[in-house]
T-cell receptor
Framework: NAGVMQNPRHLVRRRGQEARLRCSPM?????VYWYRQLPEEGLKFMVY????????ESGMPKERFSAEFPKEGPSILRIQQVVRGDSAAYFC???????????????FGEGSRLTVL | GESVGLHLPTLSVQEGDNSIINCAYS??????FIWYKQESGKGPQFIID?????DKRQGQRVTVLLNKTVKHLSLQIAATQPGDSAVYFC????????????????FGQGTILTVHP
């Protein structure tokens, strides 16, 4: 049973370019979360998606960032017109459908490391 | 708002010793906590969780203690091994959040555990 798959693992972009990060959740998981981790810091929540729905995007920057989880295919985190401050590791996590508020185990991918030159 | 933080950024121990990693939180309404282990270049890995109706929970070689009076929790690792070297994060959902926020976690800064053979 494959885990959460993220690609690319490493991405280099110049300022002003676009970055697209992809995440395929674990089989049977319909909930996807994106987190950002700056060097020497903890992870910061960005967005929570279910298939074709954004449930909570309270951690997303207001501009240049967008996320989707289409009916078919992986979840995509898109960063337009990247700036140096966007350099970070971006982690995707998935979970199966649950009821109640106790998260239990979120399954994280290995991350995509974005470097903006 | 929610805040989860760590007392010490680094901890060095000898192989075989017991390790104790601490975490403080600020929101008295917080009712669920998770410890994650993150090895270099990898995504966070779930270790153990605890609900606020408990003050202790044990896993394999790990114990989490929760002191709600002083809003503090700790992760104890018995007989620490070199493979335990990693960054350890405590995390928790927003206090009093609705069911849709269960995967939205606030992470602490992290403690770097180094185990010397």
């Amino acid at each position: 049973n494959a885990g959460v798959m993220q690609n690319p693992r490493h991405l280099v972009r110049r300022r002003g370019q676009e970055a697209r990060l992809r995440c395929s959740p674990m089989k049977g998981h319909s909930h996807v979360y994106w987190y950002r981790q700056l060097p020497e810091e903890g992870l910061k929540f960005m967005v929570y998606l279910q298939k074709e729905n954004i449930i909570d995007e309270s951690g997303m920057p207001k501009e240049r960032f967008s996320a989707e989880f289409p009916k078919e295919g992986p979840s995509i985190l898109r960063i337009q017109q990247v700036v140096r401050g966007d350099s970070a590791a971006y982690f995707c996590a998935s979970s199966p459908p649950r009821t109640g508020r106790f998260a239990g185990e979120l399954f994280f991918g290995e991350g995509s490391r974005l470097t903006v030159l | 708002g929610e805040s989860v933080g760590l007392h010490l950024p680094t901890l060095s121990v000898q192989e075989g010793d017991n390790s104790i990693i601490n975490c403080a939180y600020s929101n008295s309404a917080s009712d669920y906590f998770i410890w994650y282990k993150q090895e270099s270049g990898k995504g966070p890995q779930f270790i153990i969780d605890i609900r606020s109706n408990m003050d202790k929970r044990q896993g394999q070689r790990v114990t989490v203690l929760l002191n709600k009076t002083v809003k503090h929790l700790s992760l104890q690792i018995a007989a620490t091994q070199p493979g335990d070297s990693a960054v350890y994060f405590c995390a928790g959902p927003p206090g009093n959040a609705g069911g849709t926020s269960y995967g939205k976690l606030t992470f602490g800064q992290g403690t770097i555990l180094t185990v010397h053979p």
